[in-house]
Each structure stands twice: as C-alpha cells, then as structure tokens.
C-alpha cells in the first residue's frame, strides 16, 4: 500500500503507478455520498478503510458521518469514537506510525445488538449497538468534520474542520451482516463491484484501456459500488 496518488488541489492529480490512494493535507477532505445509502436503527453495517498517517498535532477527524453523527478522531493521544451523546476511547494512538493500517466498524443492530471497533483484523474494543447511530445522513467525511451553521432566514451554512492529514485507501461501506471473518479475510482483497450488500466502495482508482490497447489504472473519485 506503499504507491498512492496526491490530490494537491481540486485539479491536479499527482500519480505512482498501481493501486492509487487518496492522499489529503493542507485542509482537504474526501466526501462520500450516502444520501441514498441510509440506514434505520434497526440495520446491520459495516464501515471499514485504509489509512496511513503520522499522528497529528493536534484534535484531527479521521472519518465522520454528517453534522458530527458519527466521529472517528484522534484527541489527547487517543483514537476515539464519539457521537452526539457519548465519547468511546479505543486504544493509544500507535497505529499513527506512518504505517498503512486497516480500520473497521461493525455495527449488529440486529445480530448481536453490539457495535465493534476492528484494527488491522483484530477486535480492539466493543459497545452497544444502541450507542452508535444509525448512517442517517447525507455524507460521510474523510478527513473532516462538519458543523452546520445557522444564519437566519432559513439560511445556514456548512463549516468544515478538525482536519486529518494522511492517505486513505479502499473505503467500503456495507449494509447487512458481516461477521469478524469476513473483515479479516476481505481487507487484503480488493471487492468486486456490485457485490452484495455494498453501498459504497471507492477504490480510488480505475481500470482503462489506453490508445495502446494496454491495461492502465488511473487516479478516480468514483464510487465503484453498483
């Protein structure tokens, strides 16, 4: 996972071979469209990625879900998960080594009414489903936050902070049941577009054919799920 694409402004890709990856810094953020994609408090999903950085100097959102629904952050020299009503410390923030490491969230409403925080395959903290919310929004943020700002007359406006530094690979949201197994088995593979039960899946990369009737992967922001 060491080969990853710059993403140096709106316009301007900078490209290392295969298997691209989205790298953010100088206050940007990826954002993934879920606005068809919700789910209610009664269903199963699966959020999971890969991610490289160095640990920040300060407060940074690694992942979050709309308005601060959902929250996956480093504070305090700790990956936490918050929500609107309460803040889970996951472990020390050793994983922000520089080194690629793969992050899952598990969340069975249904199945065992529990919600499990997965690194590099391994179960290193669990809750309650009923404290993680359901993916009840518009957006999910990669390396931000967002806050919604009132202006008056109806009006507001969006603002955007607690930026995060770092590469980010293969992100997959899933609907449905997904066991431990399948996290530990699949995180090293890529998935198959429109495989069941993906609702999202950016790779971050794409496969054409070039004037030279060659295979080539070039950098992409397209959701590769359907």
């Given at each position: 996972?060491?080969?990853?694409?710059?993403?140096?402004?709106?316009?301007a890709?900078?490209?290392?071979?295969?298997?691209?990856?989205?790298?953010?810094k100088d206050?940007?953020?990826g954002?993934?469209?879920?606005?068809?994609?919700?789910?209610?408090?009664?269903?199963?999903?699966?959020i999971?990625?890969?991610?490289?950085a160095?640990?920040p100097?300060?407060?940074?959102?690694?992942?979050?879900?709309g308005?601060g629904?959902?929250?996956?952050?480093?504070?305090?020299?700790?990956?936490?998960?918050?929500?609107?009503?309460?803040?889970?410390y996951?472990?020390?923030a050793?994983?922000?080594?520089?080194?690629?490491?793969?992050i899952?969230?598990?969340?069975?409403?249904?199945?065992?009414?529990?919600?499990i925080?997965?690194?590099?395959?391994?179960?290193?903290?669990?809750?309650?489903?009923?404290e993680?919310p359901?993916m009840?929004?518009?957006?999910i943020?990669?390396?931000?936050?967002?806050?919604?700002?009132?202006?008056?007359?109806?009006?507001?406006?969006y603002?955007?902070?607690k930026?995060?530094?770092?590469?980010?690979?293969?992100?997959?949201?899933?609907?449905?049941?997904?066991?431990?197994?399948?996290?530990?088995?699949?995180?090293n593979?890529r998935?198959?577009d429109g495989?069941?039960?993906?609702?999202?899946?950016?790779?971050?990369?794409?496969?054409?054919?070039?004037d030279?009737?060659?295979?080539?992967?070039?950098?992409?922001?397209?959701?590769?799920?359907?």
């Open positions: 996972r060491g080969r990853y694409l710059i993403l140096e402004d709106e316009n890709w900078l490209l290392n071979n295969v298997n691209k990856a989205l790298e953010l206050h940007q953020f954002v993934i469209d879920i606005s068809r994609r919700t789910t209610t408090d009664e269903d199963n999903y699966l999971e990625f890969w991610f490289k160095v640990t100097k300060d407060t940074a959102t690694i992942m979050s879900v308005n629904l959902l929250k996956l952050r480093y504070a305090e020299n700790k990956i936490e998960l918050a929500t609107e009503q309460k803040v889970h996951i472990n020390t050793e994983c922000l080594d520089g080194n690629w490491h793969h899952a969230i598990n969340v069975l409403k249904k199945a065992l009414g529990s919600a925080v997965y690194l590099d395959g391994n179960a290193v903290y669990q809750m309650s489903a009923k993680i359901a009840a929004s518009d957006q943020l990669l390396g931000a936050e967002r806050e919604i700002i009132a202006l008056g007359n109806d009006m507001y406006k603002v955007y902070d930026f995060f530094e770092g590469c980010f690979d293969e992100f997959r949201y899933w609907k449905g049941y997904h066991s431990a197994g399948f996290i530990k088995n699949n995180m593979h998935v198959t495989a069941i039960g993906l609702a999202a899946y950016y790779p971050f990369e794409k496969q054409i054919i070039d030279y009737n060659q295979t080539q992967y070039v950098a992409s922001l397209a959701d590769h799920s359907s």
